[in-house]
T-cell receptor, first 112, second 120 residues
Framework: RKEVEQDPGPFNVPEGATVAFNCTYS??????FFWYRQDCRKEPKLLMS???SGNEDGRFTAQLNRASQYISLLIRDSKLSDSATYLC?????????????FGSGTRLSIRP | DAGVIQSPRHEVTEMGQEVTLRCKPI?????LFWYRQTMMRGLELLIY????????DSGMPEDRFSAKMPNASFSTLKIQPSEPRDSAVYFC??????????????????FGPGTRLTVL
């Protein structure tokens, strides 16, 4: 089993729809969680951090469920420009002892 | 402001040749990371440095891979000899140390544009 697993893509949804996908992790000691966005043939860029209490940034909501060991990303009122691959990142440990694992990504395609 | 700079952007080489990838991190960042991305395996962390010192190289595939960071503004990833299965996009990323108040938690990484390596 992979240490970090994401929903398989691609997700193909109409503009304006709400879409959500998850990322599960196996290490219960994981400390930090993030969502990155990667456009086609581009580098990953930080989308948002995931806090224990959940957090929202405009149309994007990230949540953490420690009991079930997964994080989620919800996108409301999706735009064409949201089409990208979304990578979750799970960090175990602190600072110089950190283990950083990226998920394989969920591809999202928004259609007009 | 310049972001992370990588060179070359594209590299095509033949099996058995030595390949050197270069990275200039964002000025002031004290962490530097090398990643490899393929369709099959996704984004994999190969090695990372803190203050020019390698901290974790457990992701380096084998002895054919080596990485150095001679100073705070330059790092190289070398593959010798290269093999077709090394074909991938190699990303370099850099970040500041996590702020002490965060308890040492991770800080945002800024990625370079990547080097697309093809080994024939």
């Amino acid at each position: 089993r992979k240490e970090v697993e994401q929903d398989p893509g691609p997700f193909n949804v109409p503009e304006g729809a709400t879409v959500a996908f998850n990322c599960t992790y196996s290490n219960s000691a994981s400390q930090s969680f993030f969502w990155y966005r990667q456009d086609c043939r581009k580098e990953p860029k930080l989308l948002m951090s995931v806090y224990s209490s959940g957090n929202e940034d405009g149309r994007f909501t990230a949540q953490l469920n420690r009991a079930s060991q997964y994080i989620s990303l919800l996108i409301r009122d999706s735009k064409l420009s949201d089409s990208a691959t979304y990578l979750c990142v799970v960090i175990s440990g602190y600072s110089s002892a950190s283990k950083i694992i990226f998920g394989s990504g969920t591809r999202l395609s928004i259609r007009p | 402001d310049a972001g992370v700079i990588q060179s070359p952007r594209h590299e095509v080489t033949e099996m058995g040749q030595e390949v050197t990838l270069r990275c200039k991190p964002i000025s002031g960042h004290d962490y530097l990371f090398w990643y490899r991305q393929t369709m099959m395996r996704g984004l994999e962390l190969l090695i990372y440095f803190n203050n020019n010192v390698p901290i974790d190289d457990s992701g380096m595939p084998e002895d054919r891979f080596s990485a150095k960071m001679p100073n705070a503004s330059f790092s190289t990833l070398k593959i010798q000899p290269s093999e077709p299965r090394d074909s991938a996009v190699y990303f370099c990323a850099s970040s500041f140390s996590p702020p002490p108040a965060s308890g040492g938690l991770y800080n945002e990484q800024f990625f370079g544009p990547g080097t697309r390596l093809t080994v024939l």
